[in-house]
């Protein structure tokens, strides 16, 4: 996923509550969603800068000699720079990206039939 394409913005945006339960008609339930979905992004996200840093890991014991990699703080200054995981999900939410599905109401429906 590329986050930096992301119509997301980096700041706290006020939202309609509203437009957030739109789909779920309940505040509490889309904000669940939104929260999983916000951990599944910052798990990427980590694993992502986790894999990028990996190759500039120095296994040396000594702490005596400190190295300043440019690229390093680039990857660094990157992932900084982007919006947080919960903007990132509730963009999604709201695009109507996320996928979500509440088994209990699956359940009463194939009760009423």
Do not use: G, H
């Not at 590329?2 to 904000?31: F, G, H, Q, W």
């Not at 919006?83 to 695009?95: C, H, Y």
Request: some cysteine; aromatic content about 10%.
């Amino acid at each position: 996923m590329d986050y930096k394409k992301s119509k997301a913005p980096v700041n706290t945006v006020t939202r309609n509550i509203m437009d957030l339960c739109r789909d779920t008609d309940n505040i509490y339930e889309s904000v669940a969603i939104i929260a999983k979905r916000a951990n599944q992004i910052s798990i990427q996200i980590k694993d992502d800068l986790s894999k990028k840093l990996a190759e500039f890991a120095s296994y040396n014991d000594t702490l005596e000699e400190v190295f300043e990699n440019r690229e390093q703080i680039e990857i660094s200054r990157y992932y900084e720079k982007l919006p947080k995981a919960t903007l990132l999900a509730t963009q999604e939410f709201i695009e109507d990206k996320v996928y979500w599905r509440d088994p209990s109401r699956e359940a009463a429906q194939t009760q009423e039939f």
